[in-house]
């Protein structure tokens, strides 16, 4: 069974960072992409980034050069070093491997854990 489970948000001032976590199980990085996943409030979802199962890893240019996907293969956990926080930052972020769980058009599909709420005040 696929899960994933999100942890490490909070709330922080502009400027500040953040690291998140997310442990999967059901599933190895070797066969899957993972990607990280935001959601504001009445907003869609948007992809933060993505690393592909050869390694490769882009972002959304909402993130670039603010942002770090990494992974631990051993541990089963991909991580999102989220530094330079801006208040448009503040979402509930989750984690996700299409296409078992994607954002296509704004709107979230398949299997998803609870996310992890970010918040960035100014």
């Known amino acids: 069974k696929l899960q994933m489970e999100e942890s490490g948000g909070g709330s922080v001032p502009a400027g500040g960072s953040l690291r998140l976590s997310c442990t999967v199980s059901?599933?190895?990085?070797?066969?899957?992409?993972m990607g990280w996943y935001r959601e504001a409030p009445g907003n869609e979802c948007e992809l933060v980034g993505k690393?592909?199962?050869?390694?490769?890893?882009e972002y959304g240019d909402a993130v670039k050069g603010r942002f770090t996907i990494s992974q631990d293969k051993a541990k089963n956990t991909v991580y999102l070093q989220m530094n330079n926080l801006k208040p448009e930052d503040t979402a509930v972020y989750y984690c996700?491997?299409?296409?078992?769980?994607?954002?296509?058009?704004?709107?979230?599909?398949?299997?998803w854990g609870q996310g992890t709420q970010v918040t960035v005040t100014s």
């Open positions: 996700g491997s299409p296409p078992m769980s994607d954002c296509v058009a704004g709107t979230r599909f398949g299997s």
């Open positions: 690393i592909r199962t050869d390694g490769v890893i």
């Open positions: 059901g599933f190895t990085f070797d066969d899957s992409d």
